[in-house]
């Protein structure tokens, strides 16, 4: 079956972000953001893409900060409130009844509950006529206790992330319910040696 390009979400399940900034002013904001990716490894760079007429954006540009939010499937009924058009003086975390958890290094405050926090400086935007690519870089990342193993991996089933898929109608909300096999980055490189690792 063909799709429509615009379709791509519907073939790729995408993580559900809050993103939390804010203004100039001191209002606090939260908007769900799925188009999110890290920029390589082991790079500190995180990046994602914003529709032109975003609160988050303009704070973000205001401010130069933000926080990456990583919500558990029990938010999903944190989305709708937190997506919802709104006035940038409405303060979001009081309207969608979310409690801040208090950032370390910027302003900009984490949302209470979620499983992992990227604190975030403005690093770069690429800026076209309706949206932007925003680049963070990641100033400080907090994981909630109980999430990662022994080996500092997620254990997807105590994260329970929030994702989603798009179809036409929608956004149809899903999790991680099984993991599979493992492979260890050396495996990749004949010699057998991770350049990222070699190099520490
Ligand atoms: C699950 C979900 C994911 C979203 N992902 C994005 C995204 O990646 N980029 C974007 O610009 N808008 C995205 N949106 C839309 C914004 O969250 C929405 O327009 C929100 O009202 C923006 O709030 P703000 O104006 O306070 O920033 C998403 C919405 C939902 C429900």
């Known amino acids: 079956m063909i799709l429509k390009p ?6 790729m399940p995408l993580p559900v972000s809050f993103i939390s900034t804010v203004s100039a002013d001191g209002v606090r904001n939260i908007a769900p953001y799925s188009c999110i ?3 390589l490894r082991p790079l500190d760079l995180i990046c994602f893409a914003s529709a032109e007429k975003r609160d988050t954006l303009k704070n973000i540009r205001d401010t130069g900060e933000f926080v990456i939010n990583l919500p558990g499937a029990d938010f999903e009924n944190k989305v709708i409130p937190t997506a919802r058009m709104s006035a940038p003086e409405v303060d979001e975390f009081e309207a969608a ?11 900009a405050p984490g949302i209470m509950g979620c499983y992992a926090w990227m604190e975030c400086r403005l690093e770069k935007e690429f800026k076209e006529e309706k949206y932007s690519l925003v680049m963070g870089k990641v100033l400080r990342l907090e994981v909630a206790d109980g999430v990662l193993d022994d080996t500092l991996h997620l254990d997807p089933m105590a994260a329970d992330p929030l994702m989603m ?7 149809h909300f899903c ?4 993991t599979k096999g493992f492979e260890p980055f050396s495996a990749m490189f004949p010699s057998g040696v991770d350049p990222v690792t070699a190099a520490g």
């Not at 999790?175 to 099984?178: G, H, L, Q």
């Open 37 to 39: 990716m890290p920029v």
């Open 97 to 107: 009844g979310l409690a801040e958890k208090p950032s370390h290094t910027i302003k």
């Open 165 to 171: 898929t798009g179809s036409k109608q929608g956004m």
């Open 6 to 11: 615009f379709m791509r979400e519907g073939i």
């Open 175 to 178: 999790t991680i319910r099984e």
